[in-house]
């Protein structure tokens, strides 16, 4: 699976948009780009995933770009609730493992 | 809201005692997979089922551990004897596609175990 680049923590005020980048710039063409989360003491969330086009669920927005080698999670409007670990997984469906690196801790303030 | 369910949600125990751990995947998924979570390691795969049967489960110390599917609603994985270092999160997952890790894992919520 590819390896992923993610900035170690990020902050955003409360009722922003949180924009989260991640690097996958070896990806393959059957990899699709995954996001997870960990907020402390619970398990991981899964977020929203996308192969080439961008995607939207009730809980985010995927923006990939068009050479696929890097994407941005988009929180329209983060909570404080939305402070966790997110993690930016590219993985094939012949995939061994499911590996979570070092995430970005993202933290929203009041 | 389909989740997966996991117990006992914490365990405090004795070394050498026989520690057993309960999941429930979302109903129709056909894989379940086992992780454990320390913040030295981070999340190991310990085991996974596809259609209950065991694909997988070289991430387990044989000796001591064993994962079973009895039926397609309890996944359940045992520790006999426990020891200090088996200290960690155990996480379940299901997935509903049979694709394996390339498929969207839904977590259940961690069974918090501490060996004495």
């Known amino acids: 699976d590819a390896k992923t680049t993610q900035p170690t923590s990020m902050d955003c005020a409360e009722g922003r948009a949180a924009n989260l980048p991640c690097n996958h710039s070896t990806i393959s063409g059957n990899e699709y780009v995954y996001w997870y989360r960990q907020i402390h003491s619970q398990g991981p969330q899964y977020i929203i995933h996308g192969l080439k086009n961008n995607e939207t669920n009730e809980m985010a927005s995927l923006i990939i770009t068009e050479d696929r080698k890097s994407s941005t999670l988009i929180l329209p409007h983060a909570t404080l609730r939305d402070t966790a670990v997110y993690y930016c997984?590219?993985?094939?469906?012949?995939?061994?493992?499911?590996?979570f690196g070092s995430g970005t801790q993202l933290t929203v303030l009041p | 809201d389909a989740r997966v369910t996991q117990t006992p949600r914490h365990k405090v125990t004795e070394m050498g005692q026989e520690v057993t751990m309960r999941c429930q995947p979302i109903l129709g998924h056909n894989t379940v997979f086992w992780y454990r979570q320390t913040m030295m390691q981070g999340l190991e795969l310990l085991a996974y089922f596809r259609n209950r049967a065991p694909l997988d489960d070289s991430g387990m110390p044989k000796d001591r551990f064993s994962a079973e599917m009895p039926d397609a609603t309890l996944a359940t994985l045992k520790i006999q004897p426990s020891e200090p270092r088996d200290s960690a999160v155990y996480f379940c997952?299901?997935?509903?596609?049979?694709?394996?890790?390339?498929?969207?894992?839904?977590f259940g919520p961690g069974t918090r175990l501490t060996v004495l």
């Open positions: 997952a299901s997935a509903p596609l049979g694709r394996g890790f390339g498929d969207t894992q839904y």
């Open positions: 997984i590219a993985i094939s469906g012949s995939a061994r493992q499911l590996t």
